[in-house]
């Protein structure tokens, strides 16, 4: 046990633990599994309201590959990995205003099934597949593994000993409500969760700042920072810096960012399945709008300190050059913020901030979770292996067992694989990265089969499957491309792709498939024009003082 967490600190922690799962626990039992339909457990029975919404849009989202993760990326290139956070905000008001309309009109419960209605099965199983892969080994184990160094960094030694028991410890946590209560469950526990981890951010960030300021105010630790690490408060990068490679300045911008945002954001079910489970359109759009505002704060408490950690590093105050040295030689980014938390943040303050981390990285689980477990049974298991199952209430409850089963079963993969992360750099980028070897094709079939009538099954299903060996060639090939980038080509050639083959397969003027698109879908309400708008303002200030 690290001599730095007291007592204090543990009551806090565990006090965190026992609110959390008590209350995701009671939350699930107000209705019995026997009573819950799919419709109760996978969309917590379509009746969230939207500050619900935004808050576990939010939570979901932020988590250890956030706090950890770009924290870390912050402590490596500085400001610029900011750009995924303030862009998110405008691409939620996209989602918000085109997407969700054609969503909802859907009725859909997940992502896949849309491809079904738009296209067919076969391609709604290949995504099917796809997400289940995504976030079973890539979402899930990193997060479980960065939350887990964190939690030994922050608790231990520092020594990798309770790895191990901290990845275990997490996935159960995060089961013992999630897996019971469904998106209810997760969906309202993510209030407290969402505020406890602005909370703990902001300790943290007033805290790093007061450390470097030279009287201990958080005005003069501003002052401090950017005289000391001016040339890394800047959104945009020359090509000359060495992060250049994962923040390709002005055309991450304009290129590969909207890729990897607009696939996140809004077609990626673990986040977007909030929207669908609102009590109507107008609620899940004032939602995300909710959901923007909050992620304009985020670069702020996760980046900055980072930021401040690279500060100390150069300057060799606080032991900083030992504390984020590997034993080889390298940096050891991703232990910038669970070493400032560790190292500063006083007793007391540093069991809330531990929980602030947890609630973060729990959060997530729960949502990846309940998120892959859908798709499993409505995308999977009951067209393929029990089309006709109901039981005798006429309710497919049973769907509600093969959820929590599947559940368990991919936390127990998630959880064995999760240690064999340890040898990653930036644990940050390689999420974006390897992420990025999907999403460009399937935001190319999302927004061709959303707005263009003519986009046809077979040029689908050509445009995804053609667009992984695309990505891999980009990736494998001895150019010297930036992987965002490569995203951004990605998706161009596979529009491409599917713009031809649909050329050349479209029997009709149109798909017959082909949604129709009216201007009165689009209609949205003055609060959300407000709300528009001064996401739009705030963006255009944030980018003018640290272009």
């Known amino acids: 046990m690290n001599p730095a967490f007291h007592t204090l600190d543990i009551i806090i922690f565990a006090a965190y633990i026992v609110i959390i799962v008590g209350l995701g626990i009671w939350i699930s039992h107000r209705k019995k599994n026997k009573d819950k339909t799919a419709e109760d457990y996978f969309l917590a029975g379509k009746s969230l309201p939207w500050w619900t919404i935004g808050a576990s849009l939010i939570a979901a989202n932020i988590s250890a590959e956030q706090f950890i993760g770009m924290s870390g990326s912050g402590f490596a290139g500085g400001f610029a990995v900011a750009s995924y956070e303030f862009m998110a905000a405008l691409t939620l008001i996209i989602v918000a205003k085109f997407f969700m309309p054609v969503f909802v009109k859907q009725g859909i419960y997940t992502i896949p099934e849309f491809v079904e209605k738009r296209f067919s099965q076969n391609l709604k199983t290949i995504l099917a597949v796809f997400w289940l892969g995504l976030f079973i080994f890539v979402n899930l184990t990193s997060v479980l593994y960065l939350g887990a160094e964190a939690i030994d960094t922050i608790i231990g030694t520092g020594d990798d000993s309770l790895i191990i028991p901290a990845i275990i410890g997490l996935g159960l946590i995060a089961a013992l409500y999630s897996i019971t209560g469904g998106l209810s469950s997760v969906a309202w526990t993510d209030i407290l969760q969402v505020i406890l981890l602005v909370l703990g951010g902001l300790i943290t960030t007033v805290v790093a700042l007061q450390l470097i300021s030279p009287d201990g105010t958080i005005m003069q630790g501003i002052q401090h920072l950017t005289n000391a690490a001016g040339d890394r408060m800047h959104l945009i990068l020359p090509k000359d810096n ?61 980046v900055i300190p980072g930021i401040v950690a690279y500060v100390m590093y150069t300057e060799g105050n606080f032991g900083a050059v030992e504390a984020l040295t590997k034993t080889n030689g390298a940096l050891n980014n991703d232990n910038a913020y669970p070493w400032l938390i560790s190292t500063f943040i006083p007793t007391g303050l540093k069991g809330l901030v531990l929980a602030a981390l947890a609630a973060a990285i729990i959060s997530s689980l729960a949502s990846m979770l309940n998120s892959a477990s859908t798709i499993y049974t409505m995308d999977i298991y009951k067209p393929y292996i029990a089309p006709k199952v109901k039981e005798k209430t006429g309710k497919d409850v049973s769907l509600v067992l093969v959820g929590q089963i599947s559940a368990g079963l991919f936390l127990i993969i998630a959880i064995l694989i999760a240690p064999l992360l340890g040898s990653v750099g930036q644990m940050f980028q390689y999420i974006q990265e390897y992420t990025g070897l999907v999403s460009p094709g399937i935001l190319a079939l999302f927004l061709l089969g959303l707005f263009w009538k003519k986009t046809t099954n077979k040029g689908a299903i050509t445009g995804v499957i053609l667009s992984i060996p695309i990505a891999l060639a980009l990736k494998f090939l001895p150019i010297d491309m930036p992987f965002i980038d490569q995203m951004f080509y990605t998706c161009l050639l596979t529009i491409a792709i599917i713009v031809m083959v649909s050329l050349c397969t479209c029997e009709n003027e149109d798909d017959p498939k082909g949604i129709a698109l009216t201007g009165s879908m689009f209609k949205t309400k003055p609060d959300f024009h407000i709300a528009a708008y001064a996401i739009l303002v705030l963006l255009v200030v944030v980018y003018a003082v640290f272009w």
């Open 242 to 302: 060495p992060e250049y490679h994962n923040l390709p300045g002005i055309a991450m911008l304009i290129g590969g960012l909207w890729v990897a945002n607009l696939y996140y954001w809004g077609f990626n079910q673990y986040i977007i399945q909030r929207a669908f489970a609102a009590k109507s359109l107008p609620e899940a759009q004032k939602g995300l709008a909710f959901a923007a505002f909050l992620k304009l704060l985020i670069p702020f408490i996760v």
